[in-house]
C-alpha cells in the first residue's frame, strides 16, 4: 500500500471548538486525555522576551530571496503594501537662525494630505558644491526635539564621562545636529508622530483598535512613511549630493533608522543607536506591527540594509549583548557579500540608554569616513550655543498649524479611502490584470496567513498507529514543518485501490467528523474510498485533541493588538497554515497526482484561505463560506481576526488569487460586493477558471457530488 504524506505547519495563540469524543474515538492520534505536544502550546513570543532568535541563511542566493520575503513582510505589516501616493510635500522652510558656523531653519510639510511633519534643518554656513545629507529621526525623549535634560541631570552626564560640554549634556539631540552641519552635512532632524511640533496627533492613541489592524493602519506605518517622505525632502535640497546620505537615530529613532533603511534604497549609510538587539525590540506602539516579526528580530531587519555600511552603538541597556548577540549574525550577512568589515557595533556599558558624546563621536567617525568627509577634525565633539527649545518650533503667528491639518479619526478615514481605491484599480479584468493583482496580493496573503521567510518548508510526519479495515488502510500520526515543534494530529485512510487523488477534507470539529457513531466512515467518507480517492484529515490548532491539553489561548493585547500578533500568529493564521501543511504533505507524496480540498463547518472560511496559499499544489476546492465577512469582526479576541483582512478586498479578495484552482463556495452572500465576492468572481473571470457560488450551505452529500462524478 502507498504510504501517504510528509506534512508541513505553524505557530501562534488560539480558541477552542467543541467537540464529542465519540465512544469509539478511532480518530485519536494521541493517547485519551492526552493532547499533542504541540510547541505552539507553550507561553506566546512577547516584545520583552530576554531572547528574540534569528539565524541568518548560509548562501548568498539564500539570502536574497529570505531578504525580499522579510522586505515584503515590512511593508506590508506597516500598510505599504503597494506604497501610497506621494503627493506634493509643499515644503515651508522659515526662521533661519544664525549660530556662526551653521544655521538653523524650521520645516514643514504634508507628507501626506492633511498630515504634516515638522523639525529643524541644520547647514553647515559655507560649503563648496553638494554636500552628505542626513536624516534624524525622532527617540522617545521628553518632548522630542525639544528635549533639554535640565542643569542636574546635565551635571551628572559630565560626571559620568558621558558629556564633555553643559551644551551637549543638556541639549544632546541639538548637539548630534550641530556636529553633523560642522562635520559638513546636511540634517534633517523631524519629529515622531504626537510630539514637539506634530501634535494634532497623539502618539500612543487613535491606532490601536481592532478596525485599525484589518485594514494594516497603524502609528509604525504611518512614521515610516514620514520618514520616507521626509528623505524624499532632503534629496530636494539643492545643496544636497544626492549619492552620500546618510541615517541615524536613538531609541525609537534607532528602530526608525532601520526600518526605513530596510525598505528604501536611497541611504548610503546608517546608524541606529541603542536600538537593535536579540532582547526588547521595542516597547512603543510606533515600533511594532502585526506580522512585523513572525520568526524574525531586529537583527534580520536591520540586517536587510547590508552590504551598505551601517554601525551600531550599545549600552546598559537591552543592547548591552549587542557585539556578542547580533554583531555575529549581521558579520554573518555581510560576509555573504566578501564585506564584513561594513558593519560594526561597539556596547558602551558604562552608559544607560542614550546617545551621548561617546556614542556620537563613534557615529561621526563612521559617517565621516564612508560619506567619504576627510574632516577629523569636526569628529571631536565641540562646544555650541544651544537653540532654546522655544525657539526652535515651527509653527508662530506667521506659520500657524495648517488649517486642514487631521485629526487621527480624519486621517484614518483618508486612508480608508485610499486602500479602497488602490484595491479597486487592482480589479482583475484580464489574464495580464490577474498576475498584476498576484503580484500584490500574492505576497500579502503568505504574510498575512503564516507562511515564513525563514521557516522551514520540509515536511515531518510521524506514523504513530497503521491498521487495515476492509478495503482501507488507517494510518494516524501526527505532523508539522521541520524544526517547528509542532504535532497536528492526522488521520490517512488510504483505499485499496487508489486512483491518484487525494481529498484534504477539514472541518470545525476535526478530524473526528469522517467517522460515524459506529466507529467505521461516514457514508461519505465510504464513497469517497470507494471511488479510489485518498481521504485526510486533521484537528488544525485548537480543535479535536487539542482539546485535551491544559492550555488556554492567551488573551490579545486589548491596549493594541499589534503587541500580541506583531510577534505570534493570530488563530486563524494558525489555522490556515496547518491546512497548507497538510496540503503541502499530500502534494508532496509521489502517487498523488491530484489534491482536493474540502472545508466543511467552522473550518470553511479557514479552508478557502488555505486555498489562496496553496494555490499551486490544488485542483479543486470546496467550501463553505458561512456568509463569513471580516467586516464583522470586531473584538480582539475574536478567533476569526486577521490583522489586514479588509486591506486586500475581504475573505474573496484573499481568496482570488487561489484561481485557476477550480474553486465552489456554498454560503456566499447574494450582494456581489460582500466578502469581496466581486473580486473573485472577476479574478476567476480573468483565469477563465471554474466558479461556482451556492447560497446554501455545504453538506457532506454536497460534497461527494463535487469530487465524485
Same mark, same amino acid.
Given at each position: 500500500?502507498?504510504?501517504?504524506? $510528509?506534512?508541513?505547519?505553524? /505557530?501562534?495563540? &488560539?480558541?477552542? *471548538?467543541?467537540?464529542?469524543?465519540?465512544?469509539?474515538?478511532?480518530? $485519536?492520534?494521541?493517547?485519551e486525555n492526552q493532547g499533542p505536544g504541540d510547541a505552539r502550546l507553550s507561553e506566546p513570543r512577547n516584545l520583552r522576551d530576554a531572547y528574540h532568535p534569528w539565524a541568518p541563511p548560509a548562501t548568498l542566493d539564500n539570502w536574497q530571496a529570505e531578504s525580499q520575503q522579510i522586505r515584503e513582510q515590512v511593508l506590508i505589516s506597516c500598510g505599504l503594501w503597494p506604497m501610497p501616493e506621494k503627493t506634493p510635500l509643499d515644503p515651508v522652510i522659515h526662521g533661519r537662525i544664525d549660530r556662526g558656523d551653521y544655521i538653523v531653519e524650521k520645516v514643514y510639510f504634508a507628507s501626506r494630505p492633511g498630515h504634516y511633519v515638522t523639525g529643524n534643518l541644520y547647514r553647515p554656513k559655507e560649503a563648496d558644491g553638494a554636500i552628505p545629507g542626513v536624516l534624524c529621526p525622532h527617540g522617545h525623549w521628553p518632548n522630542g526635539r525639544f528635549y533639554d535634560a535640565g542643569p542636574e541631570n546635565a551635571a551628572q552626564?559630565?560626571? *559620568?564621562?558621558?558629556?564633555?560640554?553643559? =551644551?551637549?549634556?543638556?541639549?544632546?539631540?541639538?548637539?548630534?545636529?550641530?556636529? &553633523?552641519?560642522?562635520?559638513?552635512?546636511?540634517?534633517?532632524?523631524?519629529?515622531?508622530?504626537?510630539?514637539?511640533?506634530?501634535?494634532?496627533?497623539?502618539? $500612543?492613541?487613535?491606532?490601536?483598535?481592532?478596525?485599525?489592524?484589518?485594514?494594516?493602519?497603524?502609528?509604525?506605518?504611518?512614521?515610516?512613511?514620514?520618514?520616507?517622505?521626509?528623505?524624499?525632502?532632503? /534629496?530636494?535640497?539643492?545643496?544636497?549630493?544626492?549619492?552620500?546620505?546618510?541615517?541615524?537615530?536613538?531609541?525609537?529613532? @534607532?528602530?526608525?533608522?532601520?526600518?526605513?533603511?530596510?525598505?528604501?534604497?536611497?541611504?548610503?549609510?546608517?546608524?541606529?543607536?541603542?536600538?537593535? *538587539?536579540?532582547?526588547?525590540?521595542?516597547?512603543?506602539?510606533?515600533?511594532?506591527?502585526?506580522?512585523?516579526?513572525?520568526?524574525?528580530?531586529?537583527?534580520?531587519?536591520?540586517?536587510?540594509?547590508?552590504?551598505?555600511?551601517?554601525?551600531?552603538?550599545?549600552?546598559?541597556?537591552?543592547?548591552?549583548?549587542?557585539?556578542?548577540?547580533?554583531?555575529?549574525?549581521?558579520?554573518?550577512?555581510?560576509?555573504?557579500?566578501?564585506?564584513?568589515?561594513?558593519?560594526?557595533?561597539?556596547?558602551?556599558?558604562?552608559?544607560?540608554?542614550?546617545?551621548?558624546?561617546?556614542? $556620537?563621536?563613534?557615529?561621526l567617525a563612521w559617517f565621516n569616513e564612508h560619506l567619504g568627509l576627510d574632516n577629523d577634525a569636526a569628529t571631536d565633539q565641540s562646544d555650541f550655543?544651544?537653540?532654546?527649545?522655544?525657539?526652535?518650533?515651527?509653527?508662530?503667528?506667521?506659520?500657524?498649524?495648517?488649517?486642514?491639518?487631521?485629526?487621527?479619526?480624519?486621517?484614518?478615514?483618508?486612508?480608508?479611502?485610499?486602500?479602497?481605491?488602490?484595491?479597486?484599480?487592482?480589479?482583475?479584468?484580464?489574464?495580464?490584470? &490577474?498576475?498584476? +493583482?498576484?503580484?500584490?496580493?500574492? %505576497?500579502?496573503?503568505?504574510?498575512?496567513?503564516?507562511?515564513?521567510?525563514?521557516?522551514?518548508n520540509a515536511i515531518e510526519f510521524t506514523i504513530r498507529d497503521e491498521t487495515q479495515v476492509d478495503s482501507y488502510q488507517l494510518i494516524k500520526g501526527h505532523c508539522g514543518r521541520a524544526g517547528s515543534g509542532e504535532q497536528i494530529p492526522v488521520v490517512v485512510l488510504v483505499p485499496s485501490e487508489f486512483q491518484g487523488d487525494a481529498v484534504v477534507w477539514i472541518d470545525g470539529a476535526g478530524k473526528s467528523h469522517l467517522f460515524g457513531e459506529d466507529g467505521t466512515p461516514t457514508e461519505q467518507v465510504r464513497e469517497l474510498l470507494n471511488a479510489g480517492r485518498i481521504v485526510i484529515s486533521a484537528d488544525v490548532f485548537?480543535?479535536?485533541?487539542?482539546?485535551?491539553?491544559? +492550555?488556554?489561548? %492567551? =488573551?490579545?493585547?486589548?491596549?493594541?493588538?499589534?503587541?500580541?500578533?506583531? +510577534?505570534?500568529?493570530?488563530?486563524?493564521?494558525?489555522?490556515?497554515?496547518?491546512?497548507?501543511?497538510?496540503?503541502?504533505?499530500?502534494?508532496?507524496?509521489?502517487?498523488?497526482?491530484?489534491?482536493? /480540498?474540502?472545508?466543511? @463547518?467552522?473550518?470553511?472560511?479557514?479552508?478557502?484561505?488555505?486555498?489562496?496559499?496553496?494555490?499551486?499544489?490544488?485542483?479543486?476546492?470546496?467550501?463553505?463560506?458561512?456568509?463569513?465577512?471580516?467586516?464583522?469582526?470586531?473584538? %480582539?479576541?475574536d478567533p476569526m481576526l486577521l490583522p489586514g483582512g479588509l486591506r486586500y478586498g475581504d475573505i474573496g479578495g484573499l481568496a482570488a488569487i487561489a484561481a485557476p484552482c477550480r474553486l465552489t463556495a456554498f454560503g456566499a452572500p447574494s450582494d456581489s460586493g460582500a466578502s469581496g465576492i466581486d473580486v473573485l468572481r472577476a479574478a476567476y473571470q480573468a483565469a477563465d477558471a471554474e466558479l461556482q457560488l451556492e447560497s446554501s450551505s455545504l453538506t457532506p452529500a454536497a460534497v461527494v457530488k463535487r469530487l465524485v462524478p
Open positions: 500500500m502507498p504510504r501517504p504524506l $510528509r506534512i508541513v505547519v505553524a /505557530l501562534a495563540a &488560539l480558541w477552542a *471548538s467543541s467537540s464529542i469524543v465519540r465512544a469509539q474515538d478511532v480518530s $485519536r492520534v494521541f493517547p552626564q559630565i560626571q *559620568s564621562g558621558a558629556e564633555e560640554y553643559m =551644551s551637549g549634556a543638556r541639549f544632546p539631540l541639538q548637539a548630534r545636529m550641530v556636529q &553633523l552641519a560642522r562635520l559638513g552635512c546636511v540634517v534633517f532632524h523631524y519629529d515622531m508622530v504626537g510630539y514637539a511640533d506634530s501634535n494634532v496627533i497623539d502618539h $500612543r492613541a487613535g491606532f490601536n483598535d481592532v478596525e485599525a489592524e484589518l485594514r494594516i493602519q497603524n502609528k509604525l506605518g504611518l512614521q515610516t512613511w514620514n520618514s520616507i517622505r521626509a528623505l524624499d525632502f532632503l /534629496l530636494s535640497l539643492p545643496d544636497v549630493d544626492t549619492d552620500r546620505i546618510g541615517v541615524t537615530g536613538a531609541s525609537g529613532g @534607532g528602530t526608525q533608522t532601520f526600518m526605513l533603511c530596510a525598505i528604501d534604497e536611497r541611504p548610503d549609510i546608517a546608524f541606529p543607536a541603542v536600538m537593535v *538587539s536579540t532582547a526588547m525590540q521595542g516597547g512603543c506602539v510606533c515600533e511594532n506591527a502585526s506580522c512585523l516579526r513572525h520568526d524574525i528580530n531586529n537583527i534580520a531587519l536591520a540586517a536587510l540594509f547590508a552590504p551598505r555600511p551601517m554601525a551600531l552603538s550599545g549600552a546598559d541597556d537591552w543592547t548591552i549583548d549587542i557585539e556578542t548577540k547580533g554583531l555575529p549574525e549581521l558579520k554573518q550577512v555581510y560576509s555573504l557579500y566578501d564585506q564584513p568589515g561594513l558593519v560594526n557595533a561597539v556596547c558602551y556599558p558604562q552608559f544607560q540608554h542614550n546617545y551621548n558624546q561617546v556614542a $556620537r563621536e563613534m557615529m550655543w544651544p537653540i532654546p527649545p522655544e525657539q526652535l518650533s515651527v509653527f508662530d503667528e506667521d506659520h500657524p498649524v495648517p488649517g486642514d491639518a487631521k485629526t487621527a479619526a480624519e486621517l484614518r478615514a483618508a486612508m480608508t479611502a485610499e486602500q479602497e481605491e488602490q484595491f479597486a484599480a487592482l480589479m482583475p479584468e484580464s489574464a495580464d490584470e &490577474l498576475e498584476s +493583482y498576484r503580484e500584490i496580493v500574492g %505576497p500579502a496573503v503568505d504574510v498575512l496567513l503564516g507562511e515564513s521567510p525563514s521557516g522551514s485548537l480543535t479535536g485533541e487539542f482539546e485535551n491539553t491544559a +492550555y488556554k489561548r %492567551p =488573551s490579545v493585547d486589548a491596549n493594541y493588538p499589534g503587541y500580541t500578533f506583531g +510577534y505570534n500568529r493570530p488563530l486563524l493564521s494558525e489555522r490556515v497554515r496547518d491546512i497548507t501543511t497538510i496540503i503541502a504533505g499530500a502534494a508532496g507524496h509521489e502517487d498523488v497526482e491530484r489534491v482536493h /480540498l474540502v472545508g466543511t @463547518g467552522a473550518a470553511g472560511p479557514w479552508t478557502l484561505l488555505a486555498a489562496a496559499v496553496s494555490r499551486e499544489k490544488l485542483t479543486s476546492a470546496t467550501v463553505d463560506l458561512l456568509g463569513f465577512t471580516f467586516g464583522d469582526v470586531t473584538e %480582539p479576541d
